[in-house]
């Protein structure tokens, strides 16, 4: 057990989590003028260095996740003076986004019957995705097998290189002013019933006036924090393959390609420089990050199904990450019932699109204590006990 020895530097915020989601919302509540500073011992770390990053606001669109949406939509409107905003801020550092469009494709009747209760959904939700033909989808992408039943073309879906945006924020943070403390956050500090800093695992004690816990699928495990604000956050493990198209990169794909395959999601998303990432499973199994050779196989073999030329590309990388998985699968943005303690977490399968409107959301709260309007269907809160009135 570490004694605590006090830093003599204290903070107007502390974010707890080096992730993508922890280093845009100090970024962005320094550029408020509030002193920042992040805690963790690889910032720029963590599900970003796993994640494919795609921008599918409409793609990802789930049955019971109609509310999300309006969330990932405001997003992804953001993220082309995003970008250009972070690369100006990062020393010119390019994130590799693509406004290269996604197409979901159906391999088989029951594929395609489920895509087109998918289409209907979105038309729904005021969203107009072109219906394609298996025929007009192999036009717009050869490499795709013969048997493609049909397909949608959802042109605003984009990518981004998500390690690429881990490391320009990691900058951004920097020249922002941004305080680093490279160590685990071991505990919460409370005084007179507030959220008031932290303890890392060097027993330094730092304080705060106000504590940001953005620790990814770790969020719900700091000691300290009292259980009736503690994140219902579990992590959701998901292996992923990086293949690489040899020079001169012959337009093997050339946007995301998404299906259901064998009643599991696929996606291939190709990049800029060659690279392909093909994911991913979604394994409830704690904490175990083990790459498995029945998931590589699973991978390749339905990614073969969908492009069959996929197996003559050199497979460079296999990696297994934890997404932050939430009760209703959509993030907690802004205050908990501890005075001075928020939360930006468990945004489950879309934290590197919704990286700009959380750190919007968050630098605002943390900024004028109000969370805009957008965010406000996803306040922690929302997983409170309900508290009985008692009858008079």
């Not at 996803?378 to 009985?388: A, G, H, L, W």
Request: proline content about 7%.
């Amino acid at each position: 057990m570490h004694s605590a020895r006090s830093s003599s530097h204290g903070s107007d915020v502390l974010v707890i989590g080096g992730g993508i989601i922890g280093l845009v919302t100090a970024w962005r509540a320094a550029q408020r003028g509030l002193r920042t500073a992040v805690v963790d011992p690889g910032p720029g770390g963590g599900a970003a260095q796993v994640a494919a990053g795609m921008l599918a606001a409409v793609t990802e669109l789930h049955y019971g996740e109609q509310t999300l949406l309006g969330l990932n939509l405001a997003s992804a409107e953001r993220y082309p003076a995003f970008a250009a905003e972070l690369e100006a801020a990062s020393d010119g550092q390019d994130i590799g986004y693509r406004a290269c469009g996604t197409l979901a494709v159906a391999l088989d009747a029951d594929d395609r019957s489920h895509l087109r209760e998918l289409h209907a959904l979105q038309r729904r939700c005021g969203l107009d995705p072109e219906w394609l033909t298996g025929r007009e989808c192999r036009r717009l992408e050869p490499m795709l097998a013969p048997g493609v039943r049909g397909g949608l073309r959802v042109d605003g879906d984009h990518q981004v290189d998500p390690r690429r945006l881990a490391k320009a924020l990691v900058t951004a943070c920097e020249r922002a002013g941004v305080a680093f403390h490279r160590a685990w956050a071991e505990r919460l500090t409370l005084a007179r019933d507030r959220a008031a800093g932290a303890v890392l695992a060097d027993g330094t004690a730092l304080s705060a006036d106000q504590v940001v816990l953005a620790a990814g699928s770790l969020s719900g495990r700091l000691a300290g924090v009292p259980a009736d604000v503690l994140p219902p956050v579990r992590p959701v493990k998901g292996q992923v393959l990086r293949l690489t198209v040899p020079r001169p990169y012959a337009p093997f794909l050339s946007r995301t390609v998404r299906a259901v395959v064998r009643g599991g999601p696929l996606y291939l998303v190709p990049r800029e420089n060659g690279e392909l990432v093909v994911g991913a499973t979604s394994e409830e199994l704690g904490w175990d990050t083990t790459v498995t050779a029945g998931g590589v196989y699973e991978l390749l073999r339905d990614a073969h199904e969908l492009v069959p030329g996929i197996t003559e590309l050199p497979l460079t990388e296999t990696r297994a990450g934890l997404r932050p998985g939430s009760p209703d699968n959509a993030p907690m943005l802004g205050p908990t019932a501890l005075p001075g303690l928020h939360l930006a977490t468990g945004h489950y399968r879309n934290g590197v699109l919704l990286t700009p409107v959380t750190g919007d959301a968050m630098a605002a709260v943390l900024a004028t204590g109000e969370l805009p309007h957008e965010a406000l269907p996803f306040t922690p809160r929302r997983f409170s006990p309900v508290v009985q009135e008692q009858p008079v």
